[in-house]
């Protein structure tokens, strides 16, 4: 009964789950953002009457079909770019996803400009799409890989930033959320103090996008990535933003058709950016869908959706830390809709197999943070996560299926 009270004090979901065709169709707990989101129904729909009503290749044609679908396309970019508070549409750059997009930065900024010796400084809270890229540059140019550490809470420690900063990085590539613990990271302090030292700063946005906050401008970073598919909207598109004249810059990172001025046997003249990065077919329907996705949650509300967001973390510390055996991983002081936890002496993927029986769909494992789990010396954690579909009804549900399965582990 004190569950059902505290419960009480919360309101419904932010968009009902009749906006969501799978929610609609199936019995489930979807606590699973993070890893990608449920796609609304105005999203399907859209590409739905895009591919069925407007599609052509971009770009390269001259009839009216080809010429609508580039506006459609290139409009698209128009209101990526005002979701990012970027300046301008020519800063962003379409990929197949926020891990491609870190790659082009490693190849095409960071491949020209670093040298033997150079550091690159990431964080204890990293996924491995921003661990691995600065690796692999490490090893091809004989690089160093500084990493920030974190507090106890899961923070980033800022003064043991500071002192690393102090040792010269050429490039900081952080964190906007953790998708492991939920932590926010102060980023408006990192890029400051990462440009007093002269280093550029990459943002990997794809956990913090859903969340609200998001502005390149105002946070001055270099370069922002996100992905489509954890915003509501399809896969196979993500985002990178870039300072125009780092862009501008910048050498393609791949060719083919769509990113030249002109080719001969002898030599290649290249687009100007955002063209010069983007070869072959872009992702047309994808980005007609990501747009859709970022009018849809954008007239939620942002401060809706962090209010949300807020309420359903608190409510979740406040039902597992109630249920004996639940270890609650890291108490960030900001966050994002995640809440991590291990259950003790089982291992995680048996009991996401246990609640996904129940209908209870979480995420197991080392959620691509395996350099964080061993830090923190876990094999791996639970994950909720939350999206605006999410209720108290649903993490009732999480709580409810975490007692059943902890029985049936006792026996």
Not at 52 to 64: D, L
Not at 230 to 240: E, S, W
Request: charged letters at 20%; aromatic letters at 6%; proline letters at 6%.
């Amino acid at each position: 009964m004190v569950e059902r009270s505290r419960s009480s004090q919360l309101s419904g979901p932010l968009v009902p789950r009749t906006a969501f065709p799978l929610l609609m169709a199936r019995d489930i707990a979807y606590l699973d953002s993070a890893a990608s989101a449920q796609k609304p129904k105005v999203v399907l729909d859209r590409m739905r009457q895009f591919y069925e009503t407007s599609y052509a290749n971009i770009h390269r044609a001259v009839y009216p079909l080809s010429e609508a679908a580039t506006e459609v396309y290139e409009s698209a970019r128009t209101r990526v770019a005002r979701f990012l508070k970027a300046p301008s549409s020519e800063s962003i750059v379409f990929t197949q996803n926020a891990t491609e997009a870190i790659n082009l930065i490693a190849h095409s900024f960071g491949g020209p400009r670093l040298k033997q010796g150079d550091r690159i400084l990431v964080t204890m809270l990293e996924h491995h799409a921003n661990i691995v890229p600065w690796q692999l540059l490490r090893d091809r140019l004989g690089l160093e890989l500084l990493v920030a550490p974190i507090d106890g809470a899961g923070n980033l420690d800022l003064e043991a930033m500071d002192r690393q900063l102090a040792q010269g990085p050429k490039l900081v590539a952080v964190t906007a959320a953790s998708n492991a613990l939920g932590t926010r990271t102060p980023i408006k302090d990192v890029v400051a103090g990462a440009h007093r030292v002269g280093a550029a700063v990459m943002v990997d946005a794809a956990q913090a996008a859903p969340h609200g906050g998001i502005d390149a401008i105002d946070w001055d970073c270099d370069f922002l990535v996100f992905t489509g598919h954890k915003l509501y909207g399809p896969d196979g598109i993500g985002v990178l933003y870039g300072k125009p004249e780092l862009l501008a810059s910048m050498p393609p990172w791949q060719g083919g058709g769509d990113m030249i001025r002109t080719v001969s046997f002898a030599h290649t003249e290249f687009a100007d950016p955002p063209q010069r990065f983007e070869a072959g077919t872009p992702p047309i329907g994808p980005a007609v869908g990501l747009a859709t996705a970022i009018d849809f949650i954008e007239a939620v509300g942002w401060d809706r959706v962090e209010a949300h967001d807020k309420a359903l973390t608190g409510y979740a510390l406040e039902r597992l830390q109630d249920i004996p055996g639940i270890r609650l991983i890291g108490a960030p002081q900001e966050r994002i809709g995640i809440v991590s936890f291990t259950l003790d002496g089982v291992h995680p993927h048996d009991v996401g197999s246990l609640l996904g029986e129940r209908g209870v769909c979480v995420r197991t494992g080392h959620h691509c943070a395996q350099p964080l789990m061993d830090h923190l010396g876990l094999p791996g954690t639970i994950r909720a996560s939350f999206g605006v579909h999410n209720d108290a009804a649903d993490i009732d549900r999480l709580a409810d299926a975490l007692v059943a399965a902890r029985q049936i582990l006792a026996r």
